[in-house]
């Protein structure tokens, strides 16, 4: 999702328009970021908190020529989500596990796949539409190399 999704959402939610709705996201997102660089830590009850960290300096690998690099220190802003965005995403997971679950008992008993949809891949075969997770996927066509 964008911000402009995100302001369109609410937009409609609430009945602003979508010019000051995009105000006052734009607003939240700098006062995020005005907190982050303030203080270092933002706590977002429900939500979650925002923190920034120091990552040490390391050694790392150039993966082109394999070659020693070093890596300076520097800030880096992580997340941790709070309990409800914990809950509701392993209810999300946990559903979508139950889904697949329900693909490979199909599958098994000889019913076939989720849906009778291919979609043409790179090397000219044809794959199913539903994702190895049992999930639908969105049509995909490989441009040719």
Do not use: H, W
Not at 42 to 56: S, Y
Not at 83 to 97: P, S, T, Y
Not at 100 to 127: K, L
């Amino acid at each position: 999702m964008t911000k402009k999704e995100i302001v369109k959402t609410i937009s409609d939610e609430i009945g602003l328009t979508q010019l000051k709705t995009k105000e006052i996201v734009q607003k939240t997102f700098d006062a995020i970021v005005e907190t982050l660089v303030e203080e270092g830590r933002i706590e977002l009850r429900n939500f979650g908190v925002f923190e920034v960290k120091k990552r040490a300096a390391r050694k790392a690998r150039n993966p082109r020529t394999g070659d020693r690099v070093d890596v300076p220190a520097k800030y880096v802003v992580t997340f941790k989500p709070g309990k409800e965005m914990e809950e509701r995403v392993r209810m999300l997971a946990e559903a979508r596990d139950a889904r697949i679950a329900a693909a490979a008992r199909s599958q098994a008993s000889g019913r076939g796949p989720v849906t009778g949809s291919t979609v043409p891949t790179a090397g000219g075969g044809q794959t199913s539409d539903v994702a190895r997770d049992g999930v639908a996927a969105r049509p995909y066509f490989a441009t040719p190399e």
